[in-house]
Nanobody
Framework: QLQLLESGGGSVQAGGSLRLSCVAS????????MAWFRQAPGKERGAVAT????????HYADSVKGRFTISQDNAKNTLYLQMNSLKPEDAAMYYC????????????????????WGQGTQVTVSS
């Protein structure tokens, strides 16, 4: 069964950068959609960025557009989230998600459309 493992979280000052990684394993068929979600304390988990893996077409939440970049390295079975110009409001637990049946070519998808999840990596941003 597909397994996802995130890494790369840490503490950074506002304006700094981090790159998150998500390594996928245990699968025989490439997930159609992969995404990054985040959840801050007391808030619901929300989409940050989604990528349609066959084409690399990506979509971003308005709050991160222009600052974050989602990408994939198929040879390494790895999904990335490059986060630049970090803001205090970006602080959250960041989760990698994947799905085989979701339709993510045209837009971001909600949490409920993804059925495979990593355990998260923590990002803190100090002002």
């Amino acid at each position: 069964q597909l397994q996802l493992l995130e890494s790369g979280g840490g503490s950074v000052q506002a304006g700094g950068s981090l790159r998150l990684s998500c390594v996928a394993s245990g699968y025989t068929r490439r997930p159609k959609c992969m995404a990054w979600f985040r959840q801050a304390p007391g808030k619901e988990r929300g989409a940050v960025a989604t990528i349609h893996t066959p084409t690399g077409r990506a979509h971003y939440a308005d709050s991160v557009k222009g600052r974050f970049t989602i990408s994939q390295d198929n040879a390494k079975n790895t999904l990335y989230l490059q986060m630049n110009s970090l803001k205090p409001e970006d602080a959250a637990m960041y989760y990698c998600a994947a799905d085989f049946d979701a339709y993510c070519w045209s837009s971001l998808l909600p949490e409920t459309d993804f059925h495979y999840w990593g355990q998260g990596t923590q990002v803190t941003v100090s002002s």
